[in-house]
């Protein structure tokens, strides 16, 4: 474990995606749970500062996440409440920082800081409008999903089962716009037609930032090899998450080494260039007893110490840690 220490704490380590801002939001989580300290330890949920440093995270993705109740009408102001619970973290610590380049990343890790980068967890947060999309840019916004589960009106959601329609022109807007500003188009939620609408039009890497391999679990929101192969191409990264449906179909069998499977599997079908780590923290309960990946962030070290056992080199596992992350960043937002 000592190597896989110092490798972790050698490497930028970034989590592409996690729900932890409504976890601490003042009126509590939206899985019911009350609101959590971001600043202290926390023995419930997933992430809190303390266990961000423990688990030697160099930059934490956060996910600004409308719930359906606020769609549609009221989209943009839940994600601008969202987003000035962020700038509330932020500006309470010396620790936790805003990125919204790749530079911001490299600093925290030279500083013993932790970054937070934020994005947008459903497209109805700009409610139709390429000017509220430049705008939460201009708040720091640097990537965003074009949908959740949902039909909207950029495109259809993994829950949409019978359209099989691609982007609407809207959507086809959106996501040039996107492209032109500096912003990451994430493909996690999207349906199969849709997806292949966003690779229709890419110009530039798009990431799927909480996504696994469906050849190893079912769930509708894993992806197939021909997209995982489509995502590679244009020079993106798959984060693989930890929710226990995504990692197996039979819950029993969901552990950090299942998850390493996964990792695995999308190697061989696009190389090593194009995983990375998605977990989905805080957006996800797990009954207590239960088969999980890992506890909570403060234990990533162990998913190095498991690579390390399976045979990665440090150059491969530097590159699924965060590697990969940082040169798609560079790629995108600069």
Partial sequence: M????????????????????????????WLGTKARDFFKRNEDGHIDLPRLVEGGITCQVMALYIEPRYKPGASA?????????????VGQSEVFVMATKTQDILDAKAEGKVAGLLSIEGGEAIEGSLSVLRNFYRLGVRAMGLTWNQRNDLADGVGEKSAR????????????EMEKLGMLVDVSHLSESSFWGVHEVAERPYIASHSNARALASHPRNLTDKQIEAIAEKGGVIGVVFCPPFVDDDRAKV?????C???????????IDHV???SDFDGFGVTPGSPQVMKDVSQM?????ELLNRGYTEEEIKKVLGGNWLRVYKQVIG
């Fill in 2 to 29: 000592l190597k896989a220490l110092e490798l972790h704490r050698e490497a930028v380590v970034i989590d592409g995606h996690c729900d932890t801002i409504l976890s601490v939001m003042s009126r509590g989580s």
């Fill in 77 to 89: 102001r839940r994600c601008l409440e969202l987003l000035d619970e962020f700038y509330n973290l």
């Fill in 165 to 176: 329609s691609g982007l609407t022109d809207l959507g086809i807007s959106v996501a040039k």
């Fill in 255 to 259: 552990s950090l080494s299942r998850v």
């Fill in 261 to 271: 499977a996964h990792i695995d599997h999308i190697k061989k079908v696009a190389g």
């Fill in 276 to 278: 990375g780590l998605g």
């Fill in 301 to 305: 070290p162990q998913l190095t110490e």
